[in-house]
């Protein structure tokens, strides 16, 4: 502390106890906010709205530049390997286009034993594709903050998918941005079926790249390589929405390794299935 | 009167500068850059703030815009808010309490200071965040944030000391 400082401290007491009663003030509201984390208070998740939807253009801009760096650096790297990928994705071009044939006939063959079995479909899904601004986070969350809101029809609880496989759901909507936690972030809990046989688990995130699953049965088998999708229980996803597959154990726990490329995210699929309106009555 | 509106208005912004510098590193850590892995130990660029200011310019970020920052931060990384705003204002505390002992050595011992400010303010945060999500946290990425905010102390540092010579010269 300075000498002028003290000098006028002891002139006015009345000052410094002022800013200490600021400073308790502060730390109070500071710990409040803490214990109510958890209880998804509406005025803190406005104001978290809010802010988004502040930064979300402020961001656009600033990533602009990146962008351009991005896009120069892929170029260049594009350029270099220009033959060889050509040749390599005329050989995937004819793989996929026997897929794409052999799915066909599936499908043909799914809609005629789903009208054989009266078997109601999944209503039909819109989706809005977003840019990500924000890549949220830190060290203890994991989030993205994207450009598309409310004014887009985005919602919350709506999956983000990639075009490899589900990254995560909107959490919260402003009017112009949604941020989205991802699959990873350590409050994600998300219904999947693993495997052939379909067990039923819940993915659970960690804040490391490769959640795991909870809640396996104990005496069922599963193995490295099986397939993760959601299961559509709980009603927010529907079923099928291709996550990952399973690498390994952590900590007795199965580690699934989302097919979403984490440092490739540049833009989202916001899909809404019609399963969760904001103004729905909980169900029951 | 022109001028002396105009001189009020020159001296607010030299006031508010730190506060907006400190946004805009804010806003900046959150581009989104396509580097492996670094957005979980991106460094905390608002301890550097805090420590650097209160060290040498306490009256110039005040315990309110350290909260108002803070909160900004919570709010703005999609988790829960407090612990970043309640490990700031405790770190503005500790180091205003000693400041006196800081400010007159060279900018390598502030630097160590600031390591050991670090150190405990990411205890802190960690302990504070692990309360709040009700979960055992990852220590790893917390404490590559740590050792990153203090690599990146001197290149910030540099910036807010450039910042004081250039613009907020005159007491």
New interface residues.
Partial sequence: ??RPLSVARLATPMRAWA?RL??GL??A??????????ADVAV?ER??SE??DA?AP??EA??QP?ATV?GIIDYAEEMAALRARNAALKTENERLRNWQARAMELQAENSRLGALLNFVPDPDARSVTAR??????????????TNAGSVQGVGRGQAAMTGQGLAGRV?GTGERSA?V?LLTD??SRIPVLVGDRRHRAVLAG????NPHLLYLDPHVAIAVGDYVVTSGVGGVFPSGLPIGRVTGVKRSHPTVRPFVDW????ILRLIDYGRVRDSDPAPQ | MIPAALEKIDRWTRMLLPGLLALALLLIGMVPIRLAGLTPIAPWAMLIAVYFWTVHRPGLLPVWAIFCLGLLGDLMSGGPAGPGTFTLLLTHAAVKAQRRYILPHAFVVQWMVFALVAVMAGSILFLSATITQRAILAVEPASFQVLMTIAVYPILAWVFVQTQLTFLKQH
């Fill in positions: 502390m300075q800013g600021v400073f502060l730390i509201t500071a710990l409040t906010l803490m214990l109510l984390a958890k803190i104001a978290r802010i988004d930064i402020l961001l600033l990533s990146v991005n990500i601004v924000g890549d949220q986070g830190g060290a203890f969350a994991r989030s993205l903050l959490v941020r936690l350590i409050n960690d804040n490391s790249p440092d490739r995210l540049e």
